[in-house]
């Protein structure tokens, strides 16, 4: 008898394109991205019927920090496509499995008797 071996991957259910779930994570940072501008433009606002080295710098501080908040909600926007794509290859390598298959060879027998 002589045995042998098959190895193969099975997927027990189809490949799924999760990478639309980072859409709910971008609304979020879209709605940071709104909410941060709504601050500025209110501050802004707030301050433009006064004078003073004082009010500039307020105006300064708040514009150069949501210049360094856009850069933030850019990265988060590349980092939540990469790992909406991370996710999407976890979850289907999950709904495989990796199978080796043991099996004998018997020789057929011919009886034509």
Do not use: C, W
Not at 3 to 11: G, L, N, S
Not at 30 to 45: P, V
Not at 98 to 111: G, K
């Amino acid at each position: 008898m002589n045995q042998r071996q098959h190895t193969m991957f099975y997927h027990f259910d189809i490949y799924r394109d999760l990478t639309y779930k980072e859409q709910l994570l971008k609304s979020k940072i879209e709605l940071m991205e709104d909410l941060g501008q709504e601050l500025l433009n209110f501050i802004k606002s707030e301050t433009m019927n006064y004078k003073g080295d004082f009010v500039h710098a307020i105006n300064a501080s708040i514009e150069k920090q949501e210049e360094i908040n856009a850069l933030y909600h850019e990265a988060f926007r590349t980092s939540m496509k990469e790992q909406a794509i991370r996710y999407s290859e976890h979850i289907n390598d999950m709904n495989g499995q990796r199978l080796t298959l043991y099996y004998e060879v018997v020789p057929m027998e011919n009886d034509l008797d």
